[in-house]
């Protein structure tokens, strides 16, 4: 407003000056440029391009050094960047994460390129099934990919022939001995006279069935906890069972080598791994009872199965656990397994649970819930009647239902936290990134090859969901365990020349996911200008004060 109103009064004056037309026009347009200067040197328009931009192309690879974390840019041009094209969208997001928050522009997608991937767990209990989802194109080419053993044998395979060349196939097999066992996928592309044969690794940890003791508390007696309770004796779990028979009568049972001394199930440094509670027995727990299962789930997992009418204590303990539940009314849920008897909800629902943290029926009706996480070791068990499945017949069902219940909460239990590796493909010479709850943000624990060689150590990451980080760089393949953790947690280093196709997809896609997060908006928006430098401003300004006192010369004299 100010240099509004001083142009205007300028404007004015001139007019009023003494002059011909033209001259008066002259000294109300450099009047007028004067003060728009004046007003640029507040707010300088941004016109100039970006300060600095690069292409990032085939040589822009993550190195070895952690210090110089990019090539061929130096670490004082990253720090100055502030926007970068990439020509192919094939670059990981070890190699751009350290780059700062500019704008990542994707000049063009590669066209479909002749790769495979495969999904598997990379842990397995002895005795269960390794089943892993191969898919790929093969290129137009006949391909047969064979699943081999670590000792080199063929235990599965398939055929993907064309037109099928976008394939997807299920392989599997079962693992006999428990340790560390490195599989191959045997790809064979052609004719048999003249194949082209490559082989990738597959790592998988297979560990002993874990049987952790076991403590089933409940306020009265039913056919589904005595269905329970039979089959953890059957089992084999060291387990205990306590139940209230009446106000003053409480039956204590311990089976498999259980001691049942114990007289205060609720001990955080009793022998129980798990604890299943029944809802119900909220009324008879003591204040200081109820206190200490606050402090149990740091150390414990703990189940609770969640009956009809659960008191309305309960309900709000549940609450205070961030883990809100909603009455509905109870319904049949259909069988999880073949013409098994359906069943039943209790009656509740999860309020605010993410969809990953809750098992479902087929219809959709909540049946177990919990969050997991560190720090997170409280479930909800919210069926019944299950019990119905063993006397129709489906007894190894109900064994595995309740099985895959207990391994999801006694994989949060206390210090067995697991760790997250944070790439679907490490590789040697790669940044590795681990987290996890008991990671020391200072000195993180170094990474050991279990063939004997020199520990690797780690630095400090950025913290995840899965809690704090840590950074490795291992220079060869192999296997890799994390020295002071807790289990034996043990994980595969691939060699930088494995899954060449699958390497291409992870880039792609992390190149894609960078750009449309941290280092840019979702649509392709050109790179902000930079303003224009305050002294070029004052020195055009300085020359039109001249121009004016050079023209007024004569009349100030």
């Known amino acids: 407003m100010l240099c509004a109103a001083a142009a205007t009064a300028s404007v004015l004056l001139i007019l009023r000056a003494r002059g011909t037309v033209l001259q008066r026009i002259a000294s109300a347009v450099l009047q007028g440029a004067i003060w728009a200067l004046v007003w640029i040197l507040w707010q300088p328009p941004a016109l100039l391009p970006p300060h600095h931009s690069a292409a990032l192309d085939g040589a822009f690879t993550e190195t070895d050094d952690p210090a110089r974390p990019v090539q061929p840019l130096a670490p004082a041009s990253i720090a100055s960047l502030d926007f970068a094209t990439v020509g192919s969208g094939n670059r990981e997001r070890g190699a751009l994460r350290d780059l700062p928050p500019v704008r990542l522009h994707i000049v063009s997608e590669p066209a479909g390129e002749i790769g495979w991937s495969v999904d598997w767990p990379r842990e397995i209990q002895l005795g269960d099934a390794l089943s892993l989802s191969v898919s790929g194109d093969s290129g137009g080419a006949t391909t047969r990919v064979t699943l081999e053993d670590p000792f080199g044998n063929t235990v599965d395979n398939a055929l993907v ?54 403590l089933l508390w409940l306020a009265r007696p039913g056919f589904e906890t005595a269905a329970l309770s039979r089959w953890l004796r059957q089992s084999g779990v060291a387990a205990a069972v306590v139940t209230q028979l009446a106000p003053q009568i409480v039956r204590r049972e311990a089976f498999n080598g259980l001691d049942s001394s114990t007289r205060n199930p609720l001990d955080s440094d009793g022998p129980f791994d798990l604890l299943i509670l029944d809802s119900h027995l909220w009324t008879q727990l003591t204040a200081a009872q109820r206190q200490q299962l606050n402090d149990l789930a740091a150390r414990k997992s703990l189940l609770w199965l969640v009956g009809a009418d659960s008191p309305r204590g309960f309900l709000d303990y549940a609450r205070d656990r961030g883990m809100a539940l909603a009455s509905t009314a109870p319904v049949e849920t259909p069988a999880l397994v073949g013409d098994a008897p359906p069943l039943l909800s209790t009656g509740y629902r999860p309020v605010g649970a993410a969809p990953e943290d809750i098992r479902t029926g087929t219809d959709g009706t909540p049946l177990y819930w919990s969050p997991g996480g560190p720090g997170r070791s409280l479930g909800f068990v919210l069926f019944d009647r299950s019990y119905r499945w063993i006397t129709a017949g489906f007894a190894p069902d109900f064994a595995r239902l309740w099985k ?16 997250a590796v944070q790439s679907p493909l490490p590789r040697a010479r790669q940044r590795l990134t681990l987290c996890g709850a008991g990671f020391d943000r200072n000195q993180p624990a170094p990474i050991a090859p279990l063939d004997g060689s020199a520990p690797v150590r780690g630095s400090a990451a950025a913290d995840s969901a899965g809690g704090p980080c840590a950074s490795y760089w291992p220079q060869r393949a192999g296997w890799y365990q994390l020295e002071e953790a807790d289990g034996d947690f043990a994980f595969y280093v691939f060699p930088r020349d494995a899954w060449p ?46 121009l004016t006192w050079w023209r007024e010369r004569r009349s100030l004299r």
Not at 180 to 203: I, N
Not at 410 to 416: A, D, F, N, Q
Not at 528 to 539: E, G, K
Request: charged share 25%; aromatic share 6%; proline share 11%.
């Open 501 to 546: 196709g699958w390497q291409r997809r992870i880039a792609r896609d992390e190149t894609r996911q960078m750009a449309t997060a941290r280092l840019g908006p979702a649509t392709d928006l050109p790179a902000p200008r930079r303003p224009l430098p305050l002294h070029w401003i004052a020195l055009v300004l300085i020359g039109l004060l001249a």
């Open 161 to 214: 022939a064309p037109p099928g060349n976008k394939a997807r196939i299920q392989l599997g097999d079962t693992p006999k001995l428990a340790g560390h066992w490195l599989y191959h996928l045997r790809f064979e592309t052609g004719s048999e006279d003249a194949a082209q044969v490559h082989r990738e690794p597959l790592p998988v940890v297979v560990r002993a069935p874990e049987r952790p003791a076991v």
């Open 404 to 419: 895959s219940v207990f391994e999801r909460q006694l994989r949060y239990r206390g210090g067995r936290t697991p760790i």
